[in-house]
Every structure is written in C-alpha cells, then in structure tokens.
C-alpha cells in the first residue's frame, strides 16, 4: 500500500467522524483514537490521535496477564489451575474480581507498573496503572495510549512475550467484541481481542487473523476507542451506538485489506 492509499484509508475514517459528529452521533466532549498495522507487510495504515492517552478501563487487562506471566517466569508466581481460572475470568468474561485478585498478587497496582515499566517500557510507553478496579467497575484513573496496544500486539504477534502463546490462547477465547462481532470479518477468521467499556469509554483493541481463500493468513491489528468526558446519561445505548461505529470502521479495514491481499468475500459474521 503507498502513501497515497494509506492517506485515504485515514481520511476515509477521519471524514466518517466528521460525519458523525456533524449528524450528533458523536458529541463534542467525546473523541476517538485509531490505529491500524498490517502486520503481513509491517505497515502502520492509520494513527489518528494513537499516541493520546486516554481512559483503559478493561483494556488493560491483557497487561495485567503480562505482568503475572513475566513473574511466573521469573519463578515470582505459580501459574497453577487457580491462576489459569482467573486469567480467563479476566480475558474472556472481563471479571473484575479476578483482575484484582491477580493485581493483588502482583503487589498492587503501583508494583504491577513497575514490573511493565521495567521491562516492557519500550512498548508500554504511555501506560499509567494507577488503581485496582473500584467497585461497580467504575475504573477511570488507569489509562493507556492506542500505540500501546498496538504495540503490545505486534511483539505477542511476534513471540516476545514471556509465554505468548498463553496469552494468544486467552485472548481468542470466544465472546462477543467491537472488531468481529456483526461485521464483515468472517467467523473462521482467529480473532484475539479485549474491550474496554465504561460511562465514558467504549473501546476495543484486536489482533484479526484474516485468511484467504488458500488458508494463507493475514494477520492485522486494529485499535479503536472512543472517550466521552462526561458520563453517558444511557450507558447502555451510549455503548452500543458507540461499539457500532468502532464495528463500521472494522468492516471498512477488513474489505480495504482484502480488496489488499485478496480475503475471500463472506457473509455477515455473527460472533
């Protein structure tokens, strides 16, 4: 893809957003991040406001897997059945309660930062774990960049990660999210993901494992968040206006890097 490809794919989503914030789809306290990487080529497709940090809510838990599995490979940590469960209560179910409960064991979330800092400061650069998840799930504090994820899925894509494979294994556990679920990414497409959602974060980072009509792969990461400043007055049809436009934008990557590397043409996904 040149220059000029690339600029119109960003454009294409910067306009869209115009769109929807002129039709009131889209509220003036409230901005978005995006970014896209090719991992088959190695290409950066889009970053539109991805070095911005912005609210994780549970985004950032796949980081918090990283913490506890660079410690069990440090022989810090078990990683026993008890732990297993919690890790895919907190990937696949988004369980708060095992969030902390691993955070704990970390030390905390001031310990848990530390550990990331040290030694993956090169791609957690904009990373901020501030706090446990409160109560009610109302975690504002932590916060984390859209270049974050996408670097954090670049060097699992690669193997850099202390037990990579594990933490692909949670990630493409099955569950509904903002990047395959009704939209055009085929169902027999891998798709390892997290969302993050609060009554003013609705987001999702995913690495999707396109495949071609000859089984070859095409694996590609696509970060999408949106932050509202003040509270969703209807958290609940806030978050799904919301998780649509991050599932337009999703589809529009999908054809552009099919039309790209030639992904067979499929029906609606209903993950």
């Known amino acids: 893809m040149d220059s000029n490809q690339r600029q119109w794919l960003e454009s294409m989503i910067e306009a869209r957003i115009k769109s929807l914030r002129r039709d009131g789809h889209l509220a003036a306290d409230e901005r978005t991040a995006w ?3 090719d991992f088959t080529t190695g290409e950066k497709l889009v970053e539109i406001n991805a070095d911005i940090k912005l609210q994780a809510a549970s985004l950032i838990k796949p980081f918090v897997v990283l913490a506890y599995l660079h410690q069990v490979d440090q022989g810090k940590l078990k990683y026993d059945d ?35 800092k040290a030694s993956y400061g090169r ?10 998840i409160p109560r009610g ?11 974050d994820y996408s670097r954090f899925l670049l060097a699992l894509w690669k193997d850099e990660l202390p037990r990579s494979d594990e933490i692909k294994r949670l990630m493409a556990l099955p569950k509904r999210d903002r990047i395959s679920t009704n939209t055009e990414v085929p169902e027999d497409n891998e ?11 609705c987001g999702d980072m995913g690495l999707i494992l396109a495949r071609s009509p000859d089984g070859t792969e095409y694996p590609y990461a696509l970060i999408g968040i949106i932050e509202k400043k003040s509270a969703a007055r209807n958290y609940l049809r806030w978050l799904r206006s919301r998780g649509n436009i991050i599932r337009e934008v999703s589809s529009l990557i999908y054809r552009t890097l099919g039309e790209r590397h030639g992904f067979a043409p499929t029906r609606l996904a209903a993950r």
Request: aromatic share 4%; glycine share 8%; net charge positive.
């Open 35 to 37: 970014s896209v990487y």
């Open 82 to 116: 008890l732990a297993r469960r919690h890790m895919v209560r907190m990937i696949q179910h988004s369980d708060n309660r095992s969030t902390n409960w691993a955070l704990k064991r970390l030390g905390g979330p001031a310990a848990t930062s530390r550990i990331l």
């Open 123 to 132: 791609i957690l650069k904009g990373l901020e774990l501030v706090e446990a």
């Open 137 to 147: 799930g109302r975690t504002y504090r932590n916060k984390a960049s859209a270049a």
């Open 191 to 201: 798709v390892l993901s997290k969302t993050g959602s609060t009554r003013h974060l």
